[in-house]
């Protein structure tokens, strides 16, 4: 009896018993498809569980219990193999749970009616196995001892009958062959097989097609090669929060592993083609839609890490990158890495793979074009170098906040070395302001970057920055990046810039020096004052500081000096009708929010001195209109309409702005019982302007002067 | 159908004008600058294309005044990525609109309040169907 069963072991196999049923499980340590092992499980469990019941058949039904069974990469708990029915036809073996390299299987069992062994051949024709998680599987088997050969099938119970899935296995020496082959296999069932724990959180199939083979070879040691050959139609994965998720893909991979021969513990040699040819993919925040995207690599793998040796990622749109590195099995982070690519589409580049990372900064609306080439390389867990070059590239804010065309650069960074980098920038555009040709020499050094000097042309003038220096985001204080420049902005015109803006045309030039402009990380902050010169007046803008000023709502401050503006020129080029005279102002705590005023305190008197000082009837109707149609009416009434000109002696005119509302008031010397005086006339024939509404509505006030209607200011003759 | 820029203007209403913040009964919760106003604006324009998601359980109220992704899988792949970026500008716009309403009272040390008084207000005003986070994170439909 004992010699029939032995007869059928495979001759490389160690018979019987505990200890050796263990050495059998720890020969299978490698084999990691579950179904796979599963079956040769079977197989090797066999010879052990049918020599054992020679020694206890007494009875018509014959259990072995093995109660755990312990090894460093596959543990086994609660394993029952009993043989019942007729002729010990029905076979069962249960096992409680499985762990294969950390990952747990529970609750597995197969049942065999109508198991048969004789004549050195153990065969199953109606087996099925079942697991917690997933549906009933049937399966055959066929294992012939002297033919040293294994054919064994599973079906998926609730499939039809072309879907299946085999293995075929041939002994020989002290290990075997086998082809594993699909056919219309549901990746759906795979997440059954997903070990216990991780499915809710791993991104996990919910339907798709696999077709094709995967050639295994088994030697003494274990699993010494798999070469698989498989294309999977029609594939949609989802992880429980559908942030990690895949629809109707279709993919062929091609891959190949050989364990190396002498190598130091368990040591591969691999190589992979991966062809993705249909279908999207969404992992949190990118998108992909197959385009033909292609990846290849190969490489090792051991205890400790992955290795690439080389790799290509072609993404159809983007261009091709080539890549090495080792990656650390325990950690998943990368140890050493090399990346480089010549020739990157920028447009594809920035919409399918930055753009995600950029939400909510400055850089969220850009669209680029162009070439890109970048080399990076990562050593023992640091950037060691990262070179970018751009051709020919374009970067366009959507929203017109800024563009910049034909940029060429030279970009490298080492984390050990001060570079240099060359960057030509052909035109650009901040706002609507065009600016010319850049020429930037930026030293880096780390994350510090240096520009000692360049010259941008605005329009006829230059600004020239000097001494610019940016660095990096700190911890304490927690700030963000912080820069700061010196520099001056030689003579401007401001009938040029006036026109580019698209406002009102003024004559005149803009004018500064800038001692230092600096941004801590929220505010930008211009010390000294930019000088305009218009109105053969100036006009000096000080204390300027910007808030927030890449974010959707800038707020702008500063405090605006004016000097001896000429009325003429003003109110020509405003067409308000002439005012002969000269005038001084001030904009004291001037707050814009969105570039609109929401606060200041202005005043505006007449400048001291002698001048001409006359104000034409149109001039007077229209400020007298800011108050009401009565004024022109009165002047039409009066004898005063066969006069063009009237003298007056001062102007002066206040506005606090809090709110929303302007608080108006006139001459501050002159104070009126019900009212404020604006202008107070001197000279024949005199005309005196008074306003009497004090608390005006800033919007309000905005489309009076805009459309110069109605207000309540009247004029009093004289 | 409601319009949606109406229905959030009648939220927005509401919510501001019928907070009474617990312990700062000084703080004036519908006090308007241009900062509030601009917020307040943005948040009326993207709130029309928020709508259907809410409605759809894809976009949830979370328990701390923001709102989430509760249900990516609601949406088709394609879109999943527009909805993250509508979540993240929306959340900037209601933390932007927490600081802003708290510096304007000149305590900007009121703004966690704020926040969890706004995050309970916006889950009361919610329409029937949409999804929120109770007290203790889990998603409710109400």
């Given at each position: 009896?004992?010699?029939?069963?032995?007869?059928?072991?495979?001759?490389?196999?160690?018979?019987?018993?505990?200890?050796?049923?263990?050495?059998?499980?720890?020969?299978?340590?490698?084999?990691?498809?579950?179904i796979r092992g599963f079956l040769t499980l079977l197989v090797k469990i066999f010879p052990a569980f049918f020599v054992a019941i020679t020694y206890a058949h007494a009875g018509p039904r014959v259990t072995l219990s093995i109660g755990d069974v312990h090894s460093p990469v596959l543990n086994v708990g609660g394993v029952q193999v009993s043989l019942s029915g007729s002729n010990g036809s029905l076979l069962e073996i249960k096992l409680d749970e499985i762990t294969v390299e950390g990952k747990t299987w529970r609750d597995l069992q197969f049942t065999c009616p109508g198991f048969d062994f004789a004549k050195g051949v153990l065969q199953c024709d109606d087996g099925v196995l079942r697991m917690s998680r997933s549906a009933a599987f049937p399966v055959t088997f066929h294992f012939s001892s002297a033919d040293k050969t294994l054919d064994a099938k599973i079906r998926t119970a609730s499939n039809g009958p072309s879907e299946g899935w085999r293995l075929t296995a041939r002994w020989e020496g002290g290990g075997w062959e086998g082809v594993l082959s699909v056919r219309n296999g549901q990746a759906a069932q795979i997440a059954g097989f997903l070990p216990a724990g991780e499915g809710e959180i791993a991104a996990s199939p919910t339907s798709g097609k696999i077709n094709g083979k995967a050639k295994l070879r088994v030697d003494t040691d274990g699993l010494a090669g798999i070469e698989a050959d498989l294309a999977v139609d029609e594939l949609a994965f989802s992880d429980a929060s559908g942030l990690h998720a895949g629809e109707n893909i279709t993919v062929e991979l091609n891959a190949k592993a050989v364990r190396e021969v002498g190598g130091k513990g368990n040591s591969w040699q691999w190589q992979a083609d991966l062809n993705w040819r249909r279908g999207e993919i969404f992992w949190q925040p990118l998108y992909f839609a197959a385009r033909g995207h292609r990846f290849n690599a190969n490489g090792y793998v051991n205890d400790d890490a992955i290795g690439l040796n080389e790799g290509t990622l072609l993404l159809a749109g983007i261009g091709k990158t080539n890549f090495s590195g080792v990656i650390d099995r325990a950690t998943v982070a990368p140890l050493d890495f090399n990346l480089s690519a010549d020739n990157l589409e920028l447009a594809g580049l920035f919409s399918d793979v930055l753009k995600p990372f950029l939400v909510n900064t400055v850089f969220a609306d850009l669209k680029a074009s162009g070439q890109a080439g970048v080399r990076w390389r990562f050593r023992a867990g640091a950037h060691d170098l990262l070179h970018v070059d751009l051709r020919g590239a374009s970067v366009e804010d959507e929203r017109e906040r800024f563009a910049f065309r034909g940029v060429n650069a030279t970009i490298p960074w080492q984390a050990q070395r001060r570079t240099q980098a060359n960057i030509s920038i052909h035109s650009s555009q901040l706002g609507?302001?065009?600016?010319?040709?850049?020429?930037?020499?930026?030293?880096?050094?780390?994350?510090?970057?240096?520009?000692?000097?360049?010259?941008?042309?605005?329009?006829?003038?230059?600004?020239?920055?000097?001494?610019?220096?940016?660095?990096?985001?700190?911890?304490?204080?927690?700030?963000?990046?912080?820069?700061?420049?010196?520099?001056?902005?030689?003579?401007?015109?401001?009938?040029?810039?006036?026109?580019?803006?698209?406002i009102q045309i003024m004559q005149g030039t803009l004018s500064g020096e800038i001692p230092r402009v600096s941004y801590n990380g929220s505010v930008v902050e211009v010390d000294g004052a930019l000088l305009f010169k218009i109105f053969d007046g100036t006009v000096e803008l000080g204390n300027l500081k910007l808030l927030n000023p890449m974010g959707r709502a800038p707020t702008l401050m500063a405090d605006v000096t004016m000097r001896n503006l000429d009325l003429n020129q003003l109110t020509g080029t405003f067409s308000f009708g002439s005012i002969q005279g000269r005038v001084d102002a001030t904009v004291s705590g001037l707050e814009l929010f969105n570039w609109k005023p929401v606060k200041f305190d202005a005043s505006l008197r007449s400048s001291p001195g002698n001048y001409p000082r006359r104000i034409s009837q149109a001039a007077v109707q229209n400020i007298s209109s800011l108050g009401g149609g009565g004024a022109a009416a009165a002047i039409q009434r009066s004898f005063l309409r066969v006069f063009d000109q009237f003298g007056y002696s001062e102007i002066g005119w206040s506005c606090s702005l809090r709110n929303g509302v302007c608080r108006m008031g006139g001459i501050e010397l002159q104070p009126m019982p019900h009212g404020y005086l604006i202008v107070k006339g001197g000279g024949i024939p005199a005309i005196t302007v008074m306003g009497y509404n004090s608390n005006v509505d800033w919007e309000e006030l905005v489309s009076r002067l805009e459309r110069i209607t109605q207000a309540n200011v009247k004029p009093v003759f004289q | 159908m409601v319009n949606p820029v109406f229905l959030f203007r009648f939220i927005l209403?509401?919510?501001?004008?019928?907070?009474?913040?617990?312990?700062?009964?000084?703080?004036?919760?519908q006090i308007n600058t241009p900062a509030i106003?601009?917020?307040?604006?943005?948040?009326?324009?993207?709130?029309?294309?928020?709508?259907?998601?809410?409605?759809?359980?894809?976009?949830?109220?979370?328990n701390d005044g923001l709102i989430a992704m509760r249900d990516a899988s609601a949406l088709p792949l394609a879109a999943r990525q527009a909805v993250n970026t509508l979540i993240a500008a929306e959340n900037q716009d209601r933390n932007a609109l927490y600081r802003e309403i708290a510096r304007a009272n000149g305590h900007p040390e009121w703004e966690a309040d704020i926040r969890s008084t706004f995050g309970q207000r916006w889950i009361e005003l919610a329409r029937p169907g949409w999804w929120y986070q109770n007290a203790g994170g889990t998603w409710v439909k109400k």
């Open positions: 009896m004992i010699k029939r069963w032995r007869r059928l072991i495979p001759q490389s196999e160690a018979p019987l018993s505990g200890p050796s049923l263990l050495r059998l499980l720890r020969a299978h340590r490698r084999n990691r498809g579950l609507k302001l065009p600016i010319g040709e850049l020429h930037i020499p930026l030293q880096i050094d780390g994350f510090n970057f240096r520009i000692p000097r360049m010259v941008v042309p605005i329009l006829d003038g230059k600004l020239t920055l000097e001494d610019f220096a940016a660095s990096p985001p700190t911890q304490e204080p927690p700030s963000g990046w912080q820069w700061q420049f010196s520099g001056g902005l030689s003579p401007l015109s401001m009938q040029k810039l006036t026109e580019v803006l698209g | 209403m509401a919510l501001l004008s019928s907070i009474p913040l617990s312990g700062y009964t000084q703080a004036d919760i106003a601009s917020l307040k604006q943005s948040m009326q324009q993207r709130h029309g294309q928020l709508e259907a998601y809410y409605a759809g359980g894809a976009v949830g109220l979370t």
